[in-house]
């Protein structure tokens, strides 16, 4: 029989009891729809997670004072005080393998221009964090050496804020007040999207460090919140984290089994840690994927039981006029197959539309791969055919004359 | 007729198990087929033909006895080779049709050739033929359940006919037709015999569809109790060329 001929066959027999068909391949159509969403959504993932991290700058080196958690990455840090400026210093001064080092210092406020006012975070920071962030300015200048050393009023404003203070309208040279404090607009850094914790790091506003320490730190000019270090390149960046360390613990008096008291992350951990997250969404979902394949499979081999002893008496009647085992056994083998397939295909175009659906409501990036999909529709005709069997085999040993005389 | 014989029953037995005593169906059969023969089934209900039909159209095993086809012993066949057979050397007419449900009557009379490799264009073509034949050229696309009882009767020997059997074995095959439509049947049949050396041997309950045979062999209680040409005072049914010669002789 040719394949033509038993597919056609197949397509009439489960045209002909549909709603038993979609309940059967239900199973087929959730696996398959899991894998399509997961693949595509952990693809997804990872770009956006190599894209953040890339965003962070190269080399990049963070300092957050106080003991770290357990993923090795936190929020807002800062709470805690054991690290100051002169510990900045020693760092910039002993640690040859970093280039730079820069304080970063931040907190909350309203920025005001005319009528305009928006809540934004204020980061008090010097030169060298354009550079260790690896975030040039789109239009104006950076703030350079000389505002910091006379504490010049200045400040160089987030793409988000810009847009929010003065929308299409050019901000350079235009006032704003944060804290009562009038700043002259200097620049607008280049926008640069979420960062790996999901944050705008385009709502914030650049002021120089000394003007940060003087007019927003209040009681705390000395303590440092965050500091950001550059490796002199990206062999060196364990060895910097070492150093920086050794030099810290010194500084701090620590004891030789006392903990750190503060912590000093590279980018490798930052995206180890982001990886970990988006590692153990794809398991979860590649479980539900794997259960609802296997749930799928022993669906359609149910119904192919049924279905078998249904049809008995077709099957007697087919072997009387001289279908031989195999026949039957193909038969019954393409019928499954017809069914998982169709489970399959419904099930990429439904994981596919659940991936779009995600992205379109929290913002993650998907990346449908049909590669993926080609091979997640072969999987479930694998199903069908693993599932299958059992069922046409039995179909195929049926004696004619029992099968024929079953009632 | 020193040919081998189409068939070779030796002592042929059925035993059915069912219930508390066993039920001999067909007690220790003997009996011999030549090519070319139209051999008549007599017999009362329940007297073991069906069962004897079914034996020999490699449906169902005997439970003991040999049974030649052509001269192979069928117990050496596999059951794929049983299955060719079927396939190729018989045709079978069954006593309660045995059509697929919700296929078409062409598709039905296609059954055979499906197994047989035949390709989609013959085998829609021979399908078409074969129901011309027995009168249904106007009906090929109806369902089983759209069709008489005699209609579908008819779709069941043009299945046995579709793949131009040597032997066609035939339960019953006008059970359910009118006179006038049986006539049709066994004219065509009579045809087949004559002009296309296609052996056949028919159950019937009707003497006149008997006497239209070369031989009638009767069963009882699942003995073979009678075996020879069509009593004369049997009329029937239609005219057949034997039956006259046989007239002649006997004037
Ligand atoms: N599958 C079976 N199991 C048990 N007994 C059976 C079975 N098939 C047939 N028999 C018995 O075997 C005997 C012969 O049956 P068979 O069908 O051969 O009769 P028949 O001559 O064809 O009758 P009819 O003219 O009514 O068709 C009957 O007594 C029947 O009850
Ligand atoms: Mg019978």
Redo the contacts between chains.
């Keep these: 029989?040719?394949i033509f001929?038993l597919l056609r066959l197949a397509f009439r027999v489960i045209a002909?009891n549909k709603a038993r068909a979609m309940l059967t391949v239900l199973g087929i159509v959730i696996g398959v729809a899991a894998v399509i969403a997961m693949v595509a959504l952990g693809t997804g993932a990872q770009q956006n997670i190599a894209k953040q991290i890339a965003s962070l700058g190269s080399n990049l080196i963070i300092l957050i004072p106080g003991t770290t958690n357990v993923a090795g990455v936190r929020g807002g840090g800062g709470s805690s005080t054991t690290v100051d400026v002169d510990d900045i210093d020693a760092l910039r001064r002993e640690v040859k393998s970093i280039s730079l080092i820069t304080p970063a210092n931040r907190q909350q406020v309203q920025i005001v221009a005319g009528d305009a006012n928006w809540g934004t975070t204020v980061q008090g920071t010097t030169p060298a964090f354009y550079t260790v962030r690896d975030w040039p300015v789109e239009t104006g200048a950076q703030h350079s050496e000389l505002d910091e050393a006379s504490q010049n009023k200045v400040c160089v404003l987030g793409k988000t804020v810009a847009t929010q203070l003065f929308g299409t309208d050019d901000p350079i040279d235009k006032w704003v007040r944060i804290k009562k404090v009038p700043f002259r607009v200097i620049g607008v850094l280049l926008a640069k999207g979420q960062s790996p914790m999901g944050t705008d790091q385009d709502d914030a506003v650049i002021i120089p460090f000394s003007v940060y320490r003087q007019r927003m730190a209040g009681t705390q000019r000395d303590q440092i919140q965050a500091a950001y270090a550059a490796a002199i390149d990206a062999n060196s960046a364990q060895a910097a984290v070492d150093e920086m360390t050794a030099v810290l613990r010194q500084r701090h008096h620590l004891r030789e089994s006392a903990e750190d008291d503060f912590s000093i992350r590279n980018l490798a951990d930052i995206a180890a840690a982001s990886r970990e997250v988006s590692d153990s969404m794809t398991l979860l979902l590649g479980s539900i994927a794997g259960v609802s394949l296997l749930v799928g499979g022993i669906g359609i081999m149910n119904t192919m039981l049924v279905s078998v002893t249904e049809r008995t008496?077709?099957i007697?009647?087919?072997?009387?006029?001289?279908?031989?085992?195999?026949?039957i056994l193909v038969q019954f083998l393409v019928e499954a197959v017809v069914l998982s397939a169709i489970g399959g295909a419904i099930g990429v175009l439904f994981g596919w539309w659940v991936a779009r659906l995600l992205s379109d409501a929290t913002g993650w990036v998907t990346v449908f791969d049909p590669a993926v999909a080609a091979l997640a529709f072969a999987v479930s005709g694998a199903v069908g055919v693993f599932f299958g069997f059992w069922p046409a085999r039995r179909a195929a040993q049926l004696d004619?004359?029992d099968a024929?005389r079953y009632e | 007729m020193s040919d081998t014989p189409v068939i070779d029953a030796v002592a042929l037995r059925k035993v059915y198990a069912a219930g508390d005593t066993p039920v001999v169906a067909l007690a220790d059969v003997t009996l011999q087929v030549q090519k070319g023969e139209f051999v008549a089934v007599v017999g009362a209900s329940g007297s073991g033909k069906s069962t004897f039909m079914?034996l020999i159209?490699l449906?169902?095993r005997p439970t003991s006895g040999v049974l030649r086809l052509d001269g192979v012993d069928v117990a050496r066949l596999t059951?794929?080779q049983r299955?060719?057979v079927?396939?190729?050397k018989v045709g079978?007419v069954?006593q309660g049709f045995?059509?697929?449900?919700?296929t078409s009557a062409r598709e039905n009379v296609e059954?055979?050739l499906?197994?047989?490799?035949v390709?989609?264009r013959a085998r829609e073509e021979a399908a078409r033929l074969a129901l011309t034949q027995v009168g249904l050229g106007d009906r090929l696309e109806h369902m089983p359940n759209q069709l008489s009882g005699g209609q579908q009767q008819r779709v069941a020997i043009a299945?046995a006919l579709v793949?131009q059997p040597a032997l066609l074995l035939a339960d019953e095959p006008t059970g359910n037709l009118d006179s006038a439509t049986t006539r049709e049947i066994l004219k065509l049949f009579v045809d087949l015999n004559l002009h296309h050396g296609i052996t056949i041997v028919m159950v019937t309950h009707e003497s006149d569809v008997a006497a239209v045979s070369r031989r009638v062999v009767q069963f009882k209680d699942g003995h073979l109790v009678l075996d020879g040409p069509p009593p004369p005072e049997w009329t029937p049914a239609i005219g057949v060329p034997w039956r006259q010669a046989a007239k002649v002789e006997a004037a």
Excluded: C, Q, W
Aim: charged share 25%; aromatic share 6%.
């Design positions: 029989m040719s001929t002909r008496r077709e007697g009647i087919r072997m009387a006029v001289g279908a031989k085992a195999r026949d004619p004359i024929l | 079914n159209g449906l169902d059951g794929n299955a060719i079927r396939n190729h079978f069954f045995n059509l697929l449900r919700r059954l055979p499906l197994y047989a490799g390709p989609a299945r793949n």
